[in-house]
Structure formats: structure tokens, C-alpha cells
């Protein structure tokens, strides 16, 4: 029988190696340089065109909401702030279930089909056409509002769980090959990275904006449909070249395990907690009576020190998503006329780009001297205790912009067709509260996705990116929650529906006093993460099991065992 195995084993190895063959064949005979470099380049152009197909769903969603479906501001704005937060959640989802349950190449066509379901459904919500179709009599149908709700929520809800296919299976990080990357290329990574993003975010909040709302309000919705289209070829050209499979890993599974189990034995043991153990997480390793090995448990202790900085991330998330919320409703709300024009409502969300754009070249002059400088460590936390203070001044500058915006006598505008009673304050004078939330997200974003991905074991980096993205995601969904507590608690005055006659500068208050203690409070702890590289290198790379199996081979050989019998992957992930 083991002879069988070895050739059955053989022979699959031989036909994968016939078919890894037969696709560098048909590749052209690249080079490997070169297969890298066309690799990268198209994940990053699907990564631009999910991100396009993301920004032009958000970016007008309350005026769509308002003047469409008829909803509240305070509604509008939850639905807003649950599909960006559901848009988050969804690829920690989907990664798990490629890797226990469905094969990656299948998943990933099945998320491609919903979100191009998703995102076509979209346009039937905004039936009829009334910028093509003058004449009543072409109307091809029309949906009555509760009808075009559930239309709604069902293209947003397929819309986000294909956005999540494609962002955990078609473009990980780990498809850019950051393994062997130090510090500060993974800083310099990450920050044009996003700044990619913000310029195709940039783009779209322009030209797709101005579309919905001036040219054709609902056609713009089939712009999404038409990006989409583009990613599906993108893919297509390189079909499974470009499907990154992961090496073997811990799942996300075996780290909630670790968790549960240790949990639970400090529930049962809890008499005899001190002793014994020098970490709670302990009592899940074999030797303590628990099932995982002590290489699991020790990884799973590196990714729960991150746990407090994961924390710090959700409020300051809240923060930034009063930009398609809060500050989208004071910029509808506000004179958006200049030298004739109508300005988009959504363009008022480049303001906050435009410093990120700007400051990413200069912090990377910045983190080029810092880091070239001998005996000077340079940590980003100090980049996320200025950038959590300057989202915090932004909300209450948006407070006092408020009281403001009162101060100026109403006048009438039209916007989409539908005349709304706005201020006369120019939109412009919102501006401060703007560029603060875009020097947040330029200081906070790529730091805090520096220290995630740096501060762990090579093994568990992907899993730390997903509770970065976990906690990012919970932001949101508080987001909604704090709208939803402050217009029911304050029946209607602090989220109102017609902001001359509510108290919305409350609710910023309130927000920007909360972020000035959530930026305390991670000050006090920052210090820990200045030295956590150091001893990162030093307790990882020196004394984990696994790096002492390979040095010293005889004398631990019951390591060899635990891990033979300890597969991370399951066979399913495997094949």
C-alpha cells in the first residue's frame, strides 16, 4: 500500500507538472521577471476597478436614497456606512471559505458572477430612464418603492459579497511577494499603494458624481456595471495565472480556536489560573491539555498583542466615514453653485484626497531619512497618534462649521432634478474638516497596516490583515449604530432630516470628544509597538519551534510529530 501511495503521488505530481508547463507555454515563454511584473500589474489594474466599481456605488448613495426611495437622512446614511462596513467584512468570508470549503478558482467565479449580478441590478432600481426615455409611453416598466427597495438591498448585498471574492481571492496582499520586504519598503509599499487607490478614488467621485447627478442620474448607475465589465477581462487575460494561492498557513480558524479553547480552560481552571502558565493562551497548547501546538498558540499570542491596536482603529473608522455620511449631508445641505456651476455633491470628498496625494511624496522623503538616519528606530506610531488627533479636530471642526452653515439665510437648489432648501454658505467653507480627515487617513492607513503586517510571524500576516480589515469593518457598522442612537435618543435633533432645524453639531461633538479619547488612550499604549520589531526578531526568529526544528532536528524530534499530526491546511485547500 505505500508503494501505491508514492505512485499515485508521483504521477499527480507529474501531471501538475505537465500543466504548470503548458501554461508557461502559453504565456509566451516569459521570464520570470517579466511574469512577476505582468502579475502585479494586472492585479493592481483589478484592484482599481473593484475600487471603481466600489467608489461609484458609495459615492452618491445618500442622494439616491433621499431623493429616490424617499428615506430619511439618518437611514440613508446607515445604509451607506452597513454596505461600506459589509464591503469590508465580506472578504474575510469569502477567504475562509476558500480555504475550508469551496476551491479558490470556483469561489472566485462565483463572487465575479455576483457582483456582476450586483452591480446590473442597480440601474433596475433607477427604472425608468428618464434621461433617455422622454416619452412615457417607451417606459419599459416601473417598479413601485417597495419593490425598488428590495431590488436595492439585494444588488448592494450581492454587490459586497463579490467585492469580497475579489479583494480576498483575486487581490491579497500577498500577491505582491512583500515576504522579504524590511520596514521601511514595506511603509514605502503600502503608502503608494493607497495612494493608488485615493487617485482612482479621486477619478471616480469627479467624473462618475457629476454623472449621476447633472447628466444622467440613473445611467450613472450602469457606470459600476461597465467597470466591472473591465475587471472580468482583466481576469480573463491571464486566467489562472493570476489566482494567487497562498502557501500553507494558519487559517483563521485555527487562531478563533486557539482563542475558544484557551477560553474555555481558563473558565474550567480558573482556581488554579496563576499558576502553571505564564499567558492565558497557554492552556490551549498540548502540554497544558490543550489540542494545538505550541508553534499555533505562540503565533496566536503574537496577533493578540495587536488586539488593543486593532481596538484603537474602530472609533477612529467611525470618524472617517462622516465623510460619506455627516459631512455629505452638510455638503448637500450647503451652496454647492460656483461661477455657474453646479458642483457634485461627492466632489467635495476630493478635498480630503488631495492632501493624501500630496503627503505620500513627502513622507516618503520623510521615512527615507529616518530611516537611513543610524541609532534613530523610527516607529509609525507617531504617525497614528497625529493622524487619530487630526481625524478627532477634523469632527469638531465639522461641529463648528455647522453652528456656522446656520448663520446663513436659505436659499433654493436643485439637485437631481428634486429643489431642496439649502444654506447659502458656499460648500468650500467646509473644506477644513475635509483636508484633516484626508492628513488623518495619509498618517493612519498605511502605519497601522505597516505595524499589522510587520509585527507578526511571516506565517500569520494574512491573518492579521483580516482582523485589521474585522476591526475596520466593526467601525462602520458603530458608525450606523451612533446615527441610529443619536436620532433615536434625541428623537430626530442631533441626525435630523432637515439640518436648519436639528442640532447635527451635537452629534459631532460627541463624535470628536470620544476620538479625542480614543487618540489618548492609544498614546498610552503606543509605546509598546516602538520596541515590538526588536523583540519580534528576537523571540520569533530564535526560539519558535518550527526555526528550532530546523537547527536542531535531534534533539526535539516529538516537534516533528505534532506538526505532522497538526496540518494547518485542511485537504480540502490542499487540492
Excluded at 491571464?238 to 494561492?245: L, W
Excluded at 472617517?320 to 455657474?340: A, D, E, R
Aim: hydrophobic content about 45%.
Amino acid at each position: 500500500m505505500p508503494g501505491a501511495e508514492k505512485q499515485l503521488l508521483n504521477s499527480a505530481a507529474g501531471k501538475e507538472q505537465r500543466l504548470s508547463s503548458r501554461r508557461s507555454n502559453h504565456a509566451g515563454n516569459l521570464s520570470q521577471p517579466e511574469k512577476k511584473l505582468q502579475e502585479a500589474i494586472c492585479v493592481l489594474l483589478v484592484e482599481l476597478c473593484e475600487r471603481f466599481t466600489f467608489f461609484g456605488i458609495v459615492c452618491n448613495m445618500i442622494l439616491f436614497c433621499t431623493v429616490k426611495l424617499g428615506y430619511r437622512n439618518y437611514q440613508a446614511a446607515i445604509v451607506n456606512m452597513c454596505f461600506v462596513g459589509t464591503s469590508m467584512l465580506t472578504p474575510v468570508l469569502v477567504g475562509w471559505l476558500a480555504e475550508c470549503l469551496v476551491g479558490r478558482i470556483k469561489l472566485v467565479c462565483i463572487c465575479m458572477f455576483l457582483h456582476f449580478l450586483g452591480t446590473a441590478l442597480l440601474p433596475v432600481v433607477a427604472f425608468p430612464f428618464e434621461d433617455i426615455y422622454t416619452d412615457r409611453r417607451h417606459l419599459l416598466h416601473t417598479l413601485t418603492k417597495r419593490e425598488q427597495k428590495i431590488v436595492f438591498y439585494f444588488a448592494l448585498l450581492t454587490a459586497s459579497l463579490g467585492i469580497g471574492g475579489i479583494r480576498a481571492i483575486v487581490c491579497p496582499l500577498s500577491a505582491y511577494n512583500l515576504e522579504d520586504c524590511g520596514p521601511k519598503e514595506l511603509l514605502s509599499f503600502f503608502n503608494w499603494f493607497y495612494w493608488l487607490i485615493n487617485l482612482n478614488s479621486a477619478v471616480v467621485f469627479v467624473i462618475i458624481s457629476y454623472i449621476q447627478q447633472s447628466v444622467a442620474r440613473n445611467l450613472g448607475f450602469l457606470i459600476p456595471f461597465v467597470s466591472m465589465l473591465m475587471a472580468m477581462i482583466t481576469i480573463h487575460m491571464v486566467r489562472g495565472e493570476m489566482i494567487y494561492k497562498p502557501k500553507s498557513d494558519n487559517s483563521l480558524l485555527t487562531t478563533f480556536g486557539v482563542i475558544a479553547s484557551a477560553l474555555k480552560a481558563c473558565c474550567v481552571r480558573y482556581r488554579y489560573f496563576s499558576g502553571g502558565v505564564t499567558n492565558w493562551l497557554d492552556h490551549a497548547k498540548e502540554n497544558y491539555g490543550g489540542q494545538y501546538s505550541e508553534t499555533q498558540v505562540e503565533s496566536t499570542k503574537s496577533l493578540a498583542r495587536l488586539f488593543p491596536l486593532f481596538a484603537f482603529q474602530i472609533l477612529y473608522r467611525t470618524c472617517i466615514m462622516q465623510i460619506p455620511s455627516g459631512y455629505y449631508l452638510q455638503t448637500m445641505n450647503s451652496n454647492l453653485h460656483f461661477s455657474g456651476f453646479v458642483l457634485p455633491v461627492a466632489a467635495m470628498n476630493v478635498i480630503s484626497i488631495v492632501p493624501l496625494l500630496i503627503l505620500v511624496p513627502i513622507l516618503e522623503c520623510l521615512n527615507s531619512y529616518l530611516f537611513s538616519s543610524k541609532g534613530n528606530r523610527h516607529s509609525p506610531t507617531i504617525y497614528i497618534v497625529v493622524g487619530q488627533l487630526s481625524a478627532a479636530l477634523s469632527v469638531m471642526v465639522a461641529g463648528f462649521s455647522e453652528i456656522h452653515r446656520k448663520h446663513f439665510p436659505p436659499v433654493e437648489q436643485t439637485l437631481s432634478e428634486e429643489v431642496l432648501l439649502v444654506s447659502s454658505m458656499p460648500c468650500f467653507h467646509l473644506a477644513p474638516q475635509y483636508i484633516l480627515l484626508g492628513v488623518a487617513e495619509a498618517l493612519v492607513t498605511p502605519s497601522c497596516s505597516l505595524l499589522s503586517f510587520r509585527l507578526v510571524p511571516e506565517r500569520i500576516r494574512g491573518i492579521s490583515m483580516h482582523f485589521l480589515t474585522l476591526f475596520n469593518g466593526a467601525g462602520c457598522f458603530m458608525g450606523a449604530f451612533f446615527v441610529q442612537t443619536a436620532h433615536a435618543g434625541s428623537q430626530g435633533s442631533w441626525f435630523p432630516h432637515l439640518l436648519h432645524e436639528g442640532k447635527l453639531e451635537r452629534f459631532f461633538f460627541f463624535l470628536a470628544s470620544l476620538m479625542m479619547v480614543n487618540t489618548l488612550g492609544f498614546w498610552t499604549i503606543a509605546h509598546r509597538y516602538n520596541s515590538l520589531d526588536r523583540e519580534y526578531t528576537n523571540e520569533f526568529r530564535g526560539s519558535l519551534p518550527e526555526e528550532k526544528l530546523l537547527k536542531h532536528q535531534k534533539s526535539i524530534k516529538c516537534y516533528d510529530s505534532v506538526l505532522e499530526s497538526s496540518p494547518i491546511l485542511s485537504p480540502m485547500e490542499k487540492t
